[in-house]
């Protein structure tokens, strides 16, 4: 007994007498668990090499078939040759060996479930549920940060950044707002003692000595003396829910991920455009993470719900859920280059990585 279980519409082609034979193939599972294929130019069953088949889309990495601690992806941080991937269980970290893990079992992570982290050569950041917690690299020793022995606003971490001074910025979840911390004193800014407009704070974004924040409340720019807040009443954003913020080909072009699609923000002319699905091939407007790859001048876009879109600016792409081979799942969370590689984040399926 036999069971078709789908059309591939690959075309094998094969030279013969100066001509080009094509064949259109079902795949077809035996009762015995063997793959063939069914040709329909030849009208029988026949066995194909494996190499012969067009490679998947993704290939996957998750619990089931790695040390990857859970399926459940907050963030990933790509630093030289490793990826830290920020879990609801912990932080893995990829290297060409496989995932090292850290928990609050063998390290000094306050919780296990890490939303986001920053990382350098001598000193690892990591937000977790239970604080702020910063990792010496040189001395392997770990410092946690909370709303109890610091002036840190809220225990849940949301984003992370380090500016050029050293200086170290926190964006917090909704009630704390934004943190810096230079190692010795802390300064803390919320919409009761600053013109930021949304004490939950999505994204934090550097540019030199230029800070964006995303907010629930809109886009906020600070200069270290000035604050600017985009909203939609006085901008072009479509949405004030702001979930990541990152250059384009160069400084002066910023894209932005809200929950109603893409906006872009020319710092030149102060000029707004924006795409979503009314305007666009865009289909997902909740947008959650983007990913610039300036030597293809390719934006890649994670959506929450609509899988993964890829934009050369006159087009968009969406790779979504379809079966083996294709994206694990369409709730993503995040999606970064690495080691050549697209990487995508997904909510309750592990990663996905693209050929």
Request: glycine residues 8%.
């Given at each position: 007994?036999?069971?078709?279980?789908?059309?591939?519409?690959?075309?094998?082609?094969?030279?013969?007498?100066?001509?080009?034979?094509?064949?259109?193939?079902?795949?077809?599972?035996?009762?015995?668990?063997?793959?063939?294929?069914?040709?329909?130019?030849?009208?029988?069953?026949?066995?194909?090499?494996?190499?012969?088949?067009?490679?998947?889309?993704?290939?996957?990495?998750?619990?089931?078939?790695?040390?990857?601690?859970?399926?459940?992806?907050?963030?990933?941080?790509?630093?030289?040759?490793?990826?830290?991937?920020?879990?609801?269980?912990?932080?893995?970290?990829?290297?060409?060996?496989?995932?090292i893990n850290y928990t609050t079992h063998n390290?000094?992570?306050?919780?296990?479930?890490?939303?986001?982290?920053?990382?350098?050569?001598?000193?690892?950041?990591?937000?977790?549920?239970?604080?702020?917690?910063?990792?010496?690299?040189?001395?392997?020793?770990?410092?946690?940060?909370?709303?109890?022995?610091?002036?840190?606003?809220?225990?849940?971490?949301?984003?992370?950044?380090?500016?050029?001074?050293?200086?170290?910025?926190?964006?917090?979840?909704?009630?704390?707002?934004?943190?810096?911390?230079?190692?010795?004193?802390?300064?803390?800014?919320?919409?009761?003692?600053?013109?930021?407009?949304?004490?939950?704070?999505?994204?934090?974004?550097?540019?030199?000595?230029?800070?964006?924040?995303?907010?629930?409340?809109?886009?906020?720019?600070?200069?270290?003396?000035?604050?600017?807040?985009?909203?939609?009443?006085?901008?072009?954003?479509?949405?004030?829910?702001?979930?990541?913020?990152?250059?384009?080909?160069?400084?002066?072009?910023?894209?932005?991920?809200?929950?109603?699609?893409?906006?872009?923000?020319?710092?030149?002319?102060?000029?707004?455009?924006?795409?979503?699905?009314?305007?666009?091939?865009?289909?997902?407007?909740?947008?959650?993470?983007?990913?610039?790859?300036?030597?293809?001048?390719?934006?890649?876009?994670?959506?929450?719900?609509?899988?993964?879109?890829?934009?050369?600016?006159?087009?968009?792409?969406?790779?979504?859920?379809?079966?083996?081979?294709?994206?694990?799942?369409?709730y993503l969370t995040d999606v970064c280059l690495?080691?050549?590689?697209?990487?995508?984040?997904?909510?309750?399926?592990?990663?996905?990585?693209?050929?």
């Amino acid at each position: 007994m036999q069971f078709v279980i789908e059309i591939n519409k690959h075309l094998n082609k094969t030279e013969k007498s100066n001509e080009l034979s094509f064949f259109r193939r079902c795949l077809v599972i035996s009762s015995l668990g063997m793959l063939l294929f069914y040709s329909c130019k030849k009208d029988k069953i026949e066995n194909v090499p494996a190499s012969s088949l067009p490679a998947p889309a993704f290939q996957y990495l998750n619990s089931s078939n790695s040390n990857l601690l859970s399926d459940s992806i907050n963030a990933l941080f790509p630093f030289n040759n490793q990826l830290f991937v920020c879990t609801a269980k912990g932080l893995s970290v990829y290297t060409s060996s496989g995932f090292i893990n850290y928990t609050t079992h063998n390290s000094g992570l306050p919780s296990d479930y890490v939303n986001c982290c920053f990382i350098t050569d001598s000193v690892w950041w990591v937000g977790t549920n239970a604080g702020l917690v910063k990792y010496s690299v040189t001395f392997q020793q770990w410092q946690v940060f909370n709303i109890s022995n610091s002036s840190l606003p809220n225990n849940k971490i949301r984003s992370i950044r380090m500016d050029k001074y050293g200086k170290v910025w926190v964006g917090t979840f909704t009630g704390g707002g934004v943190a810096s911390y230079d190692g010795v004193n802390w300064q803390v800014f919320t919409p009761s003692n600053s013109p930021l407009p949304s004490s939950s704070i999505a994204r934090i974004f550097i540019q030199d000595s230029l800070y964006w924040f995303g907010t629930g409340g809109g886009l906020a720019r600070y200069n270290g003396n000035k604050w600017t807040i985009y909203t939609p009443g006085n901008s072009g954003l479509q949405s004030a829910w702001i979930y990541d913020i990152i250059e384009g080909a160069n400084a002066s072009l910023l894209f932005i991920a809200t929950n109603n699609g893409i906006n872009t923000f020319n710092l030149i002319n102060n000029s707004w455009t924006y795409y979503n699905s009314t305007n666009s091939g865009l289909t997902g407007n909740f947008t959650r993470k983007l990913s610039y790859d300036k030597t293809k001048n390719m934006l890649w876009i994670a959506t929450d719900g609509n899988g993964l879109f890829k934009s050369d600016g006159n087009q968009f792409t969406q790779y979504k859920y379809t079966g083996a081979g294709s994206l694990p799942s369409n709730y993503l969370t995040d999606v970064c280059l690495f080691n050549g590689k697209l990487w995508v984040a997904t909510k309750e399926n592990g990663l996905a990585i693209m050929q």
